[in-house]
């Protein structure tokens, strides 16, 4: 399976200590299936940045399809909070000749007070619960693409393996975007611009 990493790109005038602290943050590598079960748990602004940041669509059926199941809805939403966030923040459009045109988001769209209120919830609640039949059911398609899967335990432990692995990497997710905004914070000349980079 190939690797997307959402990567930023900072500015030269960005302050060295800034610059300093921002290179350890440089490259987060990202699965689709971790971004779609935000969207299913109701994020929409980090969903958004991160699928716009890969390429923007025009319609639904440009995702092509989804990992878990979601219905058109979900990708209607991320194209409709697309033009949202471009009303709040100056974001630049790319054009490249090799791949499809995508989102260079400003580290603005952060200090953005829906967004952040995303990012504390991924650090501070579960995404999933255990004792939620419909988030049981969900993760299972994520579960037949681990590890866990082949590991001879009860279905039941395997879901709920499934379940706390993925409350831990989408923490992860806002642990992430949390230091990005710590250092706008305390670098207030600090810029930068989040992008996915594709394989290929």
């Known amino acids: 399976m190939s690797n997307y990493y959402l990567k930023i790109r900072i500015s030269s005038k960005t302050p060295w200590k800034a610059r300093k602290e921002l290179r350890q943050y440089k490259s987060k590598v990202i699965f689709w299936d971790d971004i779609e079960l935000m969207q299913y748990k109701g994020f929409r602004y980090i969903p958004t940045i991160v699928y716009t940041a890969d390429f923007i669509a025009e319609d639904p059926s440009d995702f092509l399809f989804s990992r878990i199941g979601l219905p058109n809805s979900y990708f209607e939403e991320i194209i409709k909070t697309f033009m949202e966030l471009r009303q709040k923040v100056s974001v630049r459009i790319v054009r490249p000749k090799r791949r499809g045109e995508y989102a260079l988001w400003p580290n603005d769209v952060l200090n953005l007070n829906e967004v952040r209120e995303e990012v504390n919830r991924l650090v501070t609640y579960p995404l ?12 299972e398609k994520p579960l037949r693409s681990s590890s866990t899967w082949y590991k001879e ?18 923490r992860n997710y806002g642990i992430y975007f949390s230091r990005l905004i710590d250092i706008s914070a305390r670098y207030p000349a600090a810029k930068f611009w989040l992008y996915v980079e594709t394989p290929g």
């Open 128 to 139: 999933l619960s255990k004792e939620n039949p419909e988030d049981r059911r969900i993760v």
């Open 153 to 170: 335990i009860p279905f039941d432990e395997k879901i709920d393996r499934e379940i706390e692995f993925e409350n831990e990497v989408v």
